[in-house]
T-cell receptor, first 117, second 116 residues
Framework: AQSVTQPDIHITVSEGASLELRCNYS??????LFWYVQSPGQGLQLLLK??????LVQGIKGFEAEFKRSQSSFNLRKPSVHWSDAAEYFC???????????????FGQGTILTVHP | DSGVTQTPKHLITATGQRVTLRCSPR?????VYWYQQSLDQGLQFLIQ???????AKGNILERFSAQQFPDLHSELNLSSLELGDSALYFC???????????????FGPGTRLLVL
């Protein structure tokens, strides 16, 4: 069974500083990886996804993530954080089923990002 | 706005009661997924429907059931409610990619359920 670990429960950065949120996954086959963001009282918004190909993927709001198979990681990065980036971030892995197309997502526990002015 | 709508936004009810949560997927999406988000369990996959048929099942209690109607909207029914069922319930939808694999899911704003 697949699993996702986000080692950092809470991260605090200053506005304008760089950001890296860690994500490690466990899955026996080629993973399908996602990062979602949840603002307080809001739903989950897709930031970016990795299905195959280039291991560095670009997303919305200036975020990017790098898939490293050797480290089973899919860390999220942003070069300069804005106060509006304060939210909770979730990494997820999708399970691929042989012969069908479906996508149960397994989520990590989330990382809460606080941005100081 | 993802295009996925959920009603109601908030629901307060008592233990032992039954509630129905509703989800309308994005236009063209055939799959609907239900997730539960709670403080102790995090985000947990409950169930998936594809074009009216159950496709995958996760950690869904026997007290819970879902269905997807011909117009593709879905309902999640929660019965014999307990205090521990208080959570945020998300619906997501996706469009078939045409290849065997995982589809990108777009989430609705959720229904916050409080059981007193």
């Amino acid at each position: 069974a697949q699993s996702v670990t986000q080692p950092d429960i809470h991260i605090t950065v200053s506005e304008g500083a760089s950001l890296e949120l860690r994500c490690n996954y466990s899955y026996g086959a080629t993973p399908y990886l996602f990062w979602y963001v949840q603002s307080p009282g809001q739903g989950l918004q897709l930031l970016l996804k990795y299905f195959s190909g280039d291991t560095l993927v670009q997303g919305i709001k200036g975020f990017e993530a790098e898939f490293k198979r050797s480290q089973s990681s899919f860390n999220l990065r942003k070069p300069s954080v804005h106060w509006s980036d304060a939210a909770e971030y979730f990494c997820a892995v999708g399970a691929r089923a042989g012969g069908t197309s479906y996508g149960k997502l397994t989520f990590g526990q989330g990382t809460i990002l606080t941005v100081h002015p | 706005d993802s295009g996925v709508t959920q009603t109601p936004k908030h629901l307060i009810t008592a233990t032992g009661q039954r509630v129905t949560l509703r989800c309308s997927p994005r236009s063209g999406d055939l799959s609907v997924y239900w997730y539960q988000q709670s403080l102790d369990q995090g985000l947990q996959f409950l169930i998936q429907y594809y074009n009216g048929e159950e496709r995958a099942k996760g950690n869904i209690l026997e007290r819970f059931s879902a269905q997807q109607f011909p117009d593709l909207h879905s309902e999640l029914n929660l019965s014999s409610l307990e205090l521990g069922d208080s959570a945020l319930y998300f619906c997501a939808s996706s469009v078939p990619t045409g290849v065997r694999g995982v589809e990108t899911q777009y989430f609705g704003p959720g229904t916050r359920l409080l059981v007193l």
